[in-house]
């Protein structure tokens, strides 16, 4: 919670290096205008986004999850490591759903280096949306021993 | 009021206990059979596909995952509407038939021999399977060892993994046999129908031959009538896989047959809160409590039961025991709880010749043993013969074959208020004035065993007794006494 | 160990299906030499001995505690704490114990939804009062206790510490044996390992012939009959294999039927669930996002068919608590 009470969410961010991580330094360079609530994990390519590291982020308390890297067919720096995302990314989200994570909580596509504006936008857009659903607090299900 | 428990008795799925209140004269005012366990089934097979079911209910339990298996796949066969090849069906019957010995040869010499063979008065530390081994012989030990572990082995062999197999699948059966396989089979068969007759030879030796114990068996304390259930054929006779499910009335006379389909018309399940498990009985008696005969839905579903429900047995020397069982305890139908562990001896012979015709069948090794599904799935009822009674499977799906609801009655369940009954006429036998004998221990055992083996579980292997333990609370709560057994 | 050198041996089922100590039965002839080598002072389904005896040895009195069933209830929990205290060596036995195991779906739920499923709503329950089990209810005799139906089912090591792991649901009797061996022999790998297993996965057990997956259409396995030297994944029915550990002999597999993963994760895997869902992912031959859903759209029950072993163990545990 913020000092005016607000619900201030906190989103993780797995961003390929090649792409979106390059569109979201622009934009903070560029001082476009993003909430503070995301943290961003670079990692090489979204082909390397093991699912575990979209579960993991929920299960130590984010509340909202963000996976995006370059546009298929080609932009990938790999050739296809974009592929392997969206085979697995909707099996993600089917599996957040039977958890009970709504689907505002998970968000994944495509942000080319140069749509700097396009993530801001995501992350203002995003942040709000997650703010709605209120907190996730997956470990708080299990802090009563009784249970 | 002085309170009394009993804990923890062994298994009913699980765990159970016994609470028997005394009154100020020290009489038994109540005595409760409380199942301290739930797990839920029913609701999480929500959302799961059906055909999975099959591998989801086996860990109900995993004494009997062989009935759940096979209730589950006829559930699915109905929900999908396809009729498995006539070989399939052969094969999920010979599959059953092995397991169904194997089950009943743990039940026998594990749980209830040591009581017949040694006495139920021979020292707690002799009365259990390795007494029983001395006294009648290594040989004949290792044979029950052996003769249990060749019909597991046919499980096996058809179902990957012995315990919790995995073999019948919507429409028929994963895997066909090859002839060496069926030459096996047969081998095996032979020798398990040579150990049921044995079996059976043995109990006549020992139990019947002995006016003591044929005493016990007629007693009134282990005499209850009620309705009792089982699966017929088509000629009445008992079967475990497949048919209509016939119930009779204390009198003997068919009270109703139905179809699975039908079977929320038969039986509904009464919810008490003083235990987790649900209490069936028959809808059209209706529910009187816990109390037996003709007035009240409570019914039993046991070995017992099963040819108290049929005309008879289908194969030969199997019929022959079975007639030979009523001409000797004075006709149909029985109502001697004791005498459950001689007709779970019949139904072993019944299952090894089965086992015997099916694997000698011409059509066993016939490659064809599945159908495909083309039908919508929609709803399905599943029935079979569980060891520990009538298995009831009901699933309602959607059109893509994901279960909307579950429904199960499971075998044990069936006999939850006879066995209820049965404690607390045990307890009101041996508990009078306050005076608490270690008798009870005994007595209340022995009212389980004949009622529900799976109260003992198969693996109550080496001592051949319950854990039983009885503490004696005073009117505030303080322990007093604990009565166990040496 | 006892004076007599024996090993002092407990076993235990918390919420079971009994599977585990048929499995041990299975032992069948070498339950004979169990008996040599050690002295059984606690299993509840075999021998005789009480709660009471249990709480009335000494601490670390057992050697060695097999413990199978997973932990559903309060009755559950206050055992598994015991029998850590009483003993040197815990196991969890089965995958009950190990990771929570099919029961273990239930965490897709709640006590109250599984109580009203149950206790209301079952098609044959008659109950016009609306009468669920309490925890503490007055008989006109006097109070019956029930223990308290947790709202997840957790695994023994999620209530208390574990020493080994012996997966499988049941575990093999072959795997059962060597444990047993190798405790006798004192020659038990360090604290925290994966025993009566492999290191690698049931694909390397299995006889079915691999090649280069591609699937452009998932069946369920009532839909299709596979052929039976071929990897089932192959041929597009999803198996476990590849996210399991080894250790069965691939068993399932052997009667063409699919590995289900009752062999829990493979080493170095923290999620079966994630790791097999990575794998049916990477099969699917798709090259538009569209065609990917759709392909994927079709496996309708990802928790059940990922997870159907481990959700209890898994990094989310349950599902949502409304
Ligand atoms: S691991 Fe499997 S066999 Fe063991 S208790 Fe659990 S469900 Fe039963
Ligand atoms: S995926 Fe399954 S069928 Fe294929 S090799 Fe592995 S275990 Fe065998
Ligand atoms: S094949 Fe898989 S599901 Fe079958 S026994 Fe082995 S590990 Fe368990
Ligand atoms: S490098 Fe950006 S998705 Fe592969």
């Not at chain 1, 968000?107 to 396009?118: D, L, Q, R, T, Y």
């Not at chain 2, 309170?3 to 609470?19: A, F, M, V, Y």
């Not at chain 2, 129908?193 to 002995?210: E, G, M, P, R």
């Not at chain 3, 029915?237 to 994760?265: F, M, N, S």
Request: with cysteine; glycine share 8%.
């Amino acid at each position: 919670m913020s000092g005016n009470g607000r619900f201030e969410p906190r989103i993780v961010a797995f961003l390929c290096n090649w792409c979106t991580y390059t569109a979201a330094d622009t934009a903070g360079v560029s001082r476009m205008k993003q909430p503070p609530n995301v943290d961003i994990i670079r990692v090489m390519c979204t082909g390397r986004i093991d699912p575990v590291f979209v579960l993991k982020a929920f299960a130590e308390g984010a509340d909202g999850v963000i996976v995006s890297g370059c546009h298929p067919p080609g932009d990938c720096h790999y050739n296809n490591g974009n592929y392997k995302t969206f085979r697995r990314m909707p099996l993600v989200e089917a599996l957040l759903q039977q958890y009970g994570i709504e689907e505002g909580r998970f968000h994944w596509g495509w942000i080319s280096g140069a749509e700097a504006p396009k993530w801001a936008e995501l992350t203002r857009e995003f942040t709000e949306q997650v703010r709605k659903l209120g907190p996730l607090n997956w470990k708080q299900q299990f802090a009563s021993k009784e249970d | 009021m002085q309170k009394i428990s009993i804990d923890p008795i062994t298994r009913l799925e699980g765990h159970g206990r016994i609470d028997i209140f005394l009154n100020d004269e020290g009489d038994v005012a109540n005595a409760y059979m409380v199942i301290p366990e739930l797990r839920g089934f029913e609701k999480f097979a929500e959302g799961r596909l059906v055909e999975e079911m099959n591998d989801i209910t086996p860990r109900i339990c995993g004494v009997c995952p062989e009935a759940h298996h096979m209730a589950a796949t006829k559930a699915c066969d109905a929900v999908y509407h396809v009729d498995p090849p006539p070989t399939a069906k052969k094969l999920r019957e010979l599959f059953y038939s092995a397991f169904y010995v194997a089950d009943h040869t743990v039940h026998f010499y594990i749980l209830a021999a040591p009581d017949f063979v040694l006495g139920p008065d021979a020292p707690p530390a002799q009365r259990n399977i390795l007494g029983l081994i001395h006294k009648v012989g290594v040989e004949t030990g290792t044979a029950v060892i052996q003769a249990r572990g060749k019909a597991m082995d046919i499980v096996g062999a058809l179902g990957g993994r012995k315990v919790h197999p995995t073999f019948g699948v919507p429409g028929g059966v994963a895997k066909k046999i090859t002839e060496e396989e069926r030459a096996q089979f047969e081998k095996t068969a032979r020798e398990l129908v040579d150990f049921a007759l044995f079996s059976l030879q043995l109990f006549k030796d020992v139990v019947l031959k002995n006016k003591a114990y044929v005493d016990l068996i007629l007693s009134e304390a282990f005499t209850m009538p009620t309705y009792y259930m089982g699966t017929v054929d088509a000629n009445n006779k008992v079967n475990f896989y497949d048919g209509k499910v016939r119930v009779v009335g204390p009198d003997g006379k068919e009270f109703v047959k139905y179809s699975p389909n039908e079977y929320l018309e038969v039986v509904a399940e009464r919810v008490e809160p003083w235990t987790y498990l649900k209490f069936p009985y028959l809808k059209k008696v209706g529910w009187k409590g816990l109390v037996a005969g003709k007035d009240s839905g409570v019914y039993q579903a046991t070995p017992l039961s099963r040819l108290n429900a049929a005309d008879g047995m289908a194969t030969p020397r199997a019929q022959e025991a079975y007639e030979e069982f009523y001409a000797t305890l004075g006709g149909k139908p029985v109502h001697h709880t004791l005498a459950t562990h001689w007709a779970r001896l019949i139904e072993l012979l019944y299952a090894a010749e089965r086992l015997l015709e099916l694997s000698t069948d011409p059509e066993i090794t016939n490659p064809h043993v599945r159908n495909l599904p083309t039908e919508k799935p929609t709803e399905g009822v599943g029935i079979v013969e569980a060891p520990r009674g009538t298995l009831t499977h009901h699933y309602v799906t959607d059109e893509r074959g994901v279960v909307k609801k579950a429904n199960l009655i499971v075998g044990t369940t069936n006999n939850y208020a006879p066995i209820a009954i049965a404690v607390r006429q045990a307890a009101q036998a041996v508990i009078k004035k306050g005076v608490i004998t270690e008798g009870i221990l005994n007595r209340v055992e022995m009212a389980f065993r004949s009622y529900d083996p799976c109260f003992g579980c198969a693996t109550h292997t080496l001592t051949g007794q319950m854990p039983l333990e009885v503490r004696i609370f005073d009117a505030n709560g303080v322990l007093k006494e604990v009565l166990e057994r040496e | 160990m006892g004076q007599n050198g024996k090993l002092k041996l407990g076993l235990y089922w918390a919420a079971s299906c009994g599977g585990c100590e048929i499995a041990v039965v299975e032992l069948r002839e070498k339950l004979l030499i169990v008996d040599q080598v050690a002295d059984i002072v606690f299993w509840p389904v075999a021998t005789d001995f009480k709660y009471k005896d249990v709480e009335a040895y000494p601490d670390g009195y057992m050697d060695v505690c097999f413990f199978n069933g997973a932990i559903r209830t309060s009755e559950n929990e206050h055992l598994a704490h015991l029998l850590r205290k009483k003993s040197k060596i815990l196991v969890a036995f089965g995958s009950c114990a190990y990771e929570g195991c099919i029961p273990g779906l239930a965490n897709l739920f709640d006590r109250e939804s599984i109580f009203r499923r149950v206790y209301l709503e079952s098609e044959s329950v008659d109950n016009p009062n609306k009468v669920v089990p309490q925890t503490t209810y007055q008989m006109p005799e006097g109070e019956i206790h029930i223990p308290k139906f947790y709202n997840t089912v957790k695994t023994l090591a999620q209530v208390t510490d574990v020493d080994y792991f012996l997966p499988g649901c049941p575990p093999q009797d072959p795997q059962i044996w060597a444990v047993i061996e190798a405790i006798v022999a004192g020659k038990l790998p360090p604290k925290g390992s994966v025993v009566g297993a492999n290191e690698k996965t049931v694909c390397d057990e299995c006889k079915h012939v691999r090649e280069e997956k591609k699937i452009k259409k998932f069946y369920r396995y009532h839909e299709i009959i596979p052929d039976s030297t071929k990897c089932l994944f192959d041929q597009g029915i999803i198996c476990a294999g590849p996210a399991t550990r080894g250790g069965c002999g691939a068993l399932c597999t052997k009667v063409d039927i699919p590995c289900r993963g009752c062999y829990g994760p493979p080493p170095n895997v923290c999620d079966q669930g994630a790791s097999l869902l990575a794998a049916v992912a990477s099969v699917v031959d798709a090259d538009t996002e569209e065609d990917a859903r759709r392909i994927v759209s079709e496996i309708l029950d990802p928790v059940g068919t990922f997870y159907r072993f481990s959700l209890p163990a898994s990094l989310l545990h349950r599902a949502r608590l409304s």
